[in-house]
């Protein structure tokens, strides 16, 4: 059977079908480019403070120097970075980077068991992490040969402002709890102590590892996902091919809200921003909704990423239609699925389209992005991007066709080399034709584009019925006293499985029975939640994808 690729014909004129893989051997490559190109442009800020693209350079060179010089690291070694968004990221990344080893990407808000399994796994001999979250690895590193870096989050915001923060996070705002790691380095004098040492000519090969980015915790344990130099420049041209059609180089402003320690942001918005020459302005707290508000209402922002979830929360903020988006021209969406009410709102309110796009950890992590030209939401993920082929399997491997609902399948040179130290585990998801298996379930229509009908793992089973929670949410979603929705699956001695709603009330009025009704006037029978439960909040990632898991296993309250 030939294979045919219906979503060239809808790409916009701009965008070519295929990526020059080749252009950057590795991610420390794209680095040296843009900072020959960009030196004295800023390239990230972050609680006031901004450094330019030459600050970038001599900090990340300083530490890069300081693992080799000081630490005595060899290539590949493998060195964890547990911190939110703040400037010790950048620096602390491209440094791991150029010095050709390989960056753990760690979650501070693990728990002592996450964080242990992380460490063990990936084999790390180093970990840098910020004050916050370092009786976690205190209490993880007992008895081990890990080296730890410790750093304020004031550390590189200059005198007095830092001391100030530091203060006040360890003082007043009680942010900080005590912990003690006889033979940590503060991270000021790793950079120092970097000054004494000559950094080498490391050669970095686009097949080396740059990345540990673990995934599945919510499934099951924890693997990480190999991803190379090649896997990573490949994602950002492709990304950079699709988003450059309307960029300024030199002059674009993205808001970096989601952390860059997840692949989303990180590819997005550190390496596609990157070698535009953009400015990467740092949201440490995007919980802090006001707080997040007050900061775009300062920056002349022209682009922003995130997940459906912060979108509706900055929707719901006070002040936020306030903001001046007159330079804002892209908003991306992905993470999960971006709820049709959502993307509507945002319309209203901004005027730009939220554009949906669609990756996995897996995929470094872009697959799938709407074009940059659509006039308004459409529910679909967009086309699959540059380079990138995609199809839709039944369960015996079989290629379906147009309109037919099975699992999306993803091929191309953003596909990670594999799950570390775990074959097996690759072996279930890559087949031998190397098509990764996402655990997605999609749909392609006459024109290439691909919808997401569901997780795999999510589906409700009601009657032997397909129920897609997604459906259930986006409708439920679009009742106005709705803040946040989740669709689960519970046993159910009749059906096998009902439908549950977990609802987060805007209008304190709401009643179960009106949530019925409205259900019963826009979903067919079986689709109908049986259940509707109210609660003051969803579970959710650090990222804010909604937990459904969480909610399955919970007793009902």
């Known amino acids: 059977m030939s294979f045919e690729r219906p979503w060239l014909a809808q790409y916009p004129a701009e965008v070519p079908p295929q990526i020059d893989v080749d252009e950057f051997p590795s991610i420390v490559s794209v680095l040296e480019t843009a900072i020959e190109k960009y030196r004295d442009r800023p390239a990230f800020s972050n609680l006031g403070k901004v450094l330019t693209y030459g600050e970038i350079d001599r900090l990340s060179a300083q530490f890069a120097a300081y693992l080799l010089g000081e630490l005595k690291l060899k290539k590949g070694d493998r060195v964890a970075i547990m911190m939110p968004n703040c400037l010790q990221y950048p620096i602390a990344t491209f440094g791991v980077l150029r010095a050709g080893l390989t960056v753990v990407n760690?979650?501070?808000?693990?728990?002592?068991?996450?964080?242990?399994?992380?460490?063990?796994?990936?084999?790390?001999?180093?970990?840098?992490?910020?004050?916050?979250?370092g009786d976690t690895v205190q209490n993880v590193i007992a008895g081990s040969s890990i080296k730890v870096i410790t750093t304020g989050l004031g550390d590189m915001l200059g005198f007095p402002k830092g001391a100030i923060v530091n203060f006040m996070l360890k003082h007043v705002k009680k942010m900080i709890p005590d912990y003690n790691i006889p033979g940590a380095t503060r991270f000021r004098d790793a950079l120092t102590l970097g000054q004494m040492h000559k950094l080498p000519e490391i050669e970095i090969t686009p097949d080396d590892i740059a990345?540990?980015?673990?995934?599945?915790?919510?499934?099951?344990?924890?693997?990480?996902?190999?991803?190379?130099?090649?896997?990573?420049?490949?994602?950002?041209?492709?990304?950079?091919?699709?988003?450059?059609?309307?960029?300024?180089?030199?002059?674009?402003?993205?808001?970096?809200?989601?952390?860059?320690?997840?692949?989303?942001?990180?590819?997005?918005?550190?390496?596609?921003?990157?070698?535009?020459?953009?400015?990467?302005?740092?949201?440490?707290?995007?919980?802090?909704?006001?707080?997040?508000?007050?900061?775009?209402?300062?920056?002349?922002?022209?682009?922003i990423t995130g997940v459906n979830t912060l979108f509706n929360g900055l929707l719901n903020t006070p002040g936020f239609d306030e903001v001046d988006f007159s330079r804002l021209h892209l908003t991306l969406g992905g993470g999960m699925a971006v709820q049709r009410a959502v993307a509507e709102r945002w319309k209203q309110v901004t005027g730009v389209t939220l554009l949906e796009a669609y990756g996995l950890t897996e995929t470094s992590p872009a697959a799938c992005i709407n074009p940059m030209n659509l006039a308004d939401y459409n529910g679909a993920i967009g086309l699959p991007i540059s380079s990138t082929d995609a199809c839709v399997k039944d369960e015996n491997g079989n290629m379906l066709p147009m309109g037919e609902v099975g699992e999306l399948c993803i091929k191309g040179p953003q596909v990670m080399k594999g799950y570390w130290k775990r074959p097996e585990e690759t072996a279930n998801v890559i087949d031998n034709e190397g098509w990764l298996h996402t655990g997605d379930m999609a749909r392609m229509d006459e024109q290439g584009y691909f919808y997401i009908v569901d997780r795999k793992k999510d589906m409700i089973l009601v009657s032997g019925f397909n129920v897609y929670p997604n459906e259930v949410e986006d409708v439920i979603a679009m009742m106005p006293g709705v803040l946040e929705?989740?669709?689960?699956?519970?046993?159910?001695?009749?059906?096998?499985?009902?439908?549950?709603?977990?609802?987060?009330?805007?209008?304190?009025?709401?009643?179960?029975?009106?949530?019925?009704?409205?259900?019963?006037?826009?979903?067919?029978?079986?689709?109908?939640?049986?259940?509707?439960?109210?609660?003051?909040?969803?579970p959710k990632t650090n990222v804010g994808k909604i937990l459904r898991r969480e909610l399955r296993d919970a007793p009902a309250a």
């Open 485 to 538: 929705v989740a669709a689960v699956g519970v046993p159910d001695e009749k059906s096998g499985e009902a439908v549950k709603v977990v609802i987060v009330k805007k209008d304190q009025a709401l009643t179960a029975e009106q949530v019925k009704a409205h259900a019963r006037e826009n979903l067919t029978g079986y689709k109908h939640p049986k259940y509707v439960e109210f609660r003051t909040e969803l």
């Open 211 to 303: 990345f540990l980015q673990y995934t599945g915790g919510t499934t099951g344990v924890a693997k990480g996902a190999m991803l190379t130099h090649r896997n990573l420049v490949a994602n950002m041209q492709q990304a950079a091919a699709w988003v450059g059609t309307n960029v300024k180089l030199g002059e674009e402003i993205i808001i970096t809200a989601l952390p860059l320690y997840h692949i989303f942001a990180l590819t997005a918005n550190g390496l596609v921003f990157m070698k535009f020459g953009g400015l990467n302005h740092m949201i440490t707290n995007p919980r802090d909704m006001p707080g997040f508000v007050k900061e775009l209402k300062k920056t002349p922002f022209t682009a």
């Open 106 to 133: 760690t979650n501070p808000m693990y728990t002592p068991r996450e964080l242990k399994h992380q460490l063990d796994d990936s084999g790390a001999s180093v970990i840098f992490v910020l004050d916050n979250f």
